[in-house]
């Protein structure tokens, strides 16, 4: 009799998973478990709310678990080094003989993963791994010249010109027959801190990830293109947090967006090909990370860029962490992050290039407080754009391409509605100058003043690149 366990990571759903799938598919016997470690959970910057995310999420998933006759079993365990003893440990002790995963492509998981399968090798339980995140296997698609991508353009052409439909074929679980004699356990979470404003903006579980994408599909993807950039209007499909921790598969995502266009990526609805390409650009991301591991070792993607004199300001930190620039957009994005763990994807460029630019502050300490607080907190989504941003990455916004807040604000929430939803200092405050701010102007309200000129900041930004450029010989 064949013993299996399914060790759940950052795919907690059982739709589309190909590890559990095939788990059912060779064992007799099959058990659940998630392995959870808090001192890893800090090391990698994660958010509280992502935190509650999770464990709401494991709840849901050992409900749907149990439909299937699966017991979920969580544990603890100190950090990723002790990590595959504790994984092992268990198998010995539950008589397993074969552990199936998903895999995670950061470089701490590659590297866990190695010792785990080095782990279970010496007790000569046998592993099998799985791919949920990704279309290709990072690193599978290359240029002509055989080198991985760094630009996304050709990435998605290669990307498209080699998909199969079949690629499309979703893992679909049978139900266990009877089940295993151990219960499931999830009693370690209640040990874990959980708070959080706003979590029930989040619902939990794979049915509530799955209404959110048909939500989306069927009202909003049709006007993706136009309303994506607009705030207010909340045009995109809020499911980075399903994504972030697999509630959802990306395929699930392509398939079902490409149902409702004739199963076309480039022509059809503008809309539905717009939101793949960014389920691309996800997918391009985890590639920059597998194929230049230097970005996940706190380094920039240009080389150049480690020359550049960044400043540092704790007075124009602690206003830009309190959503207290002075700059309404700046501002509202901040805080909305604060109070909902998500920001809308413009906002998130136009506060990381203030961030980067105009206070010309590493972009590694912006990165780093995106994680602190973002429920859909993805290392290589996150940094890919912190480093798009700062130009310091790949594919990255040229270094004198620096947006102006105001312009961004005036052109993508030209009624301030959005900055008055998330600033009630300038509930009140005339839309003509809700944009611009002004010492004089804001006086009659709590609304702080600027804390830099843009002008200057902008001449000063380019100039730190170019001695950067200059000092690295470019
Ligand atoms: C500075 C910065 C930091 C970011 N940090 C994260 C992060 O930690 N986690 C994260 O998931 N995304 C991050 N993004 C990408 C993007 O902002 C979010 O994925 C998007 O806002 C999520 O909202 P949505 O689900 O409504 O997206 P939609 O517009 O509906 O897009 C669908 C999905 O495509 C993916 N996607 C969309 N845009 C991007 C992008 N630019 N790069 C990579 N994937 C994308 C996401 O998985 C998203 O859920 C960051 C972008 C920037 C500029």
């Given at each position: 009799?064949?013993k299996?366990?399914?060790?759940f990571r950052?795919?907690?759903?059982?739709d589309?998973?190909?590890?559990?799938?095939n788990a059912?598919?060779s064992c007799d016997v099959?058990?659940a478990?998630?392995?959870f470690?808090?001192s890893?959970?800090e090391?990698?910057n994660e958010?509280n709310?992502?935190?509650?995310?999770?464990l709401?999420?494991?709840?849901?998933?050992?409900?749907?678990?149990s439909?299937l006759?699966i017991?979920l079993?969580a544990?603890?365990t100190?950090s990723y080094?002790?990590?595959?003893?504790?994984?092992?440990s268990f198998?010995?002790?539950q008589?397993i003989?074969h552990?199936?995963?998903?895999n995670?492509?950061?470089?701490?998981?590659?590297?866990?993963?190695k010792n785990?399968?080095?782990?279970?090798?010496?007790y000569?339980?046998e592993f099998s791994?799985f791919?949920d995140q990704?279309?290709y296997?990072?690193?599978?698609?290359?240029t002509?010249q055989g080198?991985?991508?760094?630009?996304f353009t050709?990435?998605k052409?290669?990307?498209?010109e080699?998909?199969?439909?079949n690629?499309?074929?979703l893992?679909t679980p049978?139900k266990?027959?009877?089940?295993?004699?151990?219960?499931?356990?999830?009693?370690?979470?209640k040990f874990?801190?959980?708070?959080s404003?706003?979590?029930d903006l989040?619902p939990?579980?794979?049915s509530a990830?799955?209404?959110?994408l048909?939500?989306?599909?069927?009202?909003?993807a049709?006007?993706?293109?136009?309303?994506r950039?607009?705030?207010i209007?909340?045009g995109?499909s809020?499911?980075?947090p399903?994504l972030?921790?697999g509630?959802?598969?990306?395929?699930r995502?392509?398939l079902e967006?490409?149902?409702l266009?004739?199963?076309?990526?480039?022509?059809?609805?503008k809309?539905?090909c717009k939101w793949?390409?960014e389920?691309i650009?996800?997918?391009f991301?985890r590639?920059?990370?597998?194929?230049?591991?230097?970005?996940?070792?706190n380094?920039?993607?240009q080389?150049?860029?480690?020359s550049i004199?960044?400043r540092?300001?704790?007075k124009e930190?602690?206003a830009f962490?309190?959503g207290?620039?002075?700059?309404?957009i700046v501002d509202a994005?901040?805080?909305?992050?604060?109070?909902?763990g998500?920001m809308?994807?413009r906002?998130?460029m136009?506060?990381?290039?203030f961030?980067?630019?105009?206070m010309l502050?590493?972009?590694r300490l912006g990165?780093k407080?995106?994680m602190?607080h973002l429920?859909?907190?993805?290392?290589?989504?996150?940094?890919g754009?912190?480093?798009?941003?700062?130009?310091?990455?790949t594919?990255?916004?040229?270094?004198?391409r620096?947006f102006?807040?105001?312009?961004?604000?005036?052109?993508?929430?030209?009624?301030?509605?959005?900055?008055?939803k998330?600033i009630?200092?300038l509930?009140?405050f005339p839309?003509a100058?809700i944009?611009?701010?002004k010492?004089?102007?804001?006086s009659?309200?709590?609304?702080p003043s600027?804390?830099?000129?843009?002008k200057k900041?902008?001449i000063?930004a380019?100039?730190?690149f170019k001695?950067?450029?200059e000092a690295?010989?470019?």
């Amino acid at each position: 009799m064949m013993k299996g366990v399914v060790w759940f990571r950052s795919d907690l759903r059982i739709d589309d998973n190909p590890a559990l799938t095939n788990a059912l598919n060779s064992c007799d016997v099959v058990l659940a478990i998630y392995i959870f470690s808090q001192s890893q959970w800090e090391i990698h910057n994660e958010s509280n709310i992502k935190h509650e995310f999770l464990l709401n999420n494991l709840i849901k998933l050992q409900e749907s678990l149990s439909t299937l006759n699966i017991p979920l079993i969580a544990f603890n365990t100190d950090s990723y080094k002790t990590l595959p003893q504790d994984l092992s440990s268990f198998a010995v002790e539950q008589k397993i003989d074969h552990v199936f995963w998903n895999n995670e492509f950061g470089l701490n998981e590659a590297l866990r993963d190695k010792n785990s399968i080095g782990s279970l090798k010496k007790y000569n339980i046998e592993f099998s791994s799985f791919n949920d995140q990704v279309i290709y296997e990072p690193g599978f698609l290359k240029t002509g010249q055989g080198k991985p991508f760094s630009v996304f353009t050709p990435f998605k052409r290669r990307w498209v010109e080699n998909f199969d439909m079949n690629f499309l074929e979703l893992a679909t679980p049978s139900k266990q027959k009877k089940a295993p004699s151990i219960q499931s356990d999830l009693s370690i979470l209640k040990f874990v801190k959980t708070h959080s404003a706003n979590i029930d903006l989040w619902p939990a579980g794979e049915s509530a990830a799955q209404d959110k994408l048909e939500d989306f599909l069927h009202s909003k993807a049709n006007f993706y293109n136009a309303s994506r950039n607009s705030p207010i209007l909340d045009g995109t499909s809020r499911i980075s947090p399903y994504l972030a921790l697999g509630i959802l598969s990306p395929k699930r995502c392509i398939l079902e967006g490409l149902k409702l266009n004739n199963y076309e990526f480039t022509s059809g609805n503008k809309g539905i090909c717009k939101w793949i390409d960014e389920i691309i650009w996800r997918e391009f991301y985890r590639n920059i990370m597998h194929s230049f591991p230097k970005v996940s070792q706190n380094q920039p993607f240009q080389d150049y860029t480690r020359s550049i004199r960044w400043r540092h300001s704790e007075k124009e930190l602690e206003a830009f962490y309190e959503g207290k620039t002075g700059f309404p957009i700046v501002d509202a994005g901040i805080r909305q992050m604060l109070a909902e763990g998500w920001m809308h994807n413009r906002l998130r460029m136009v506060v990381a290039m203030f961030f980067t630019k105009n206070m010309l502050h590493d972009w590694r300490l912006g990165e780093k407080f995106f994680m602190q607080h973002l429920i859909d907190g993805d290392f290589s989504s996150n940094n890919g754009g912190w480093q798009w941003s700062s130009s310091t990455g790949t594919d990255s916004a040229p270094y004198f391409r620096i947006f102006n807040p105001i312009t961004q604000s005036q052109n993508f929430d030209p009624d301030g509605e959005f900055i008055k939803k998330f600033i009630p200092e300038l509930k009140d405050f005339p839309i003509a100058k809700i944009h611009q701010p002004k010492d004089d102007l804001f006086s009659s309200t709590d609304y702080p003043s600027p804390i830099l000129d843009l002008k200057k900041s902008r001449i000063r930004a380019i100039q730190a690149f170019k001695d950067a450029r200059e000092a690295s010989g470019i």
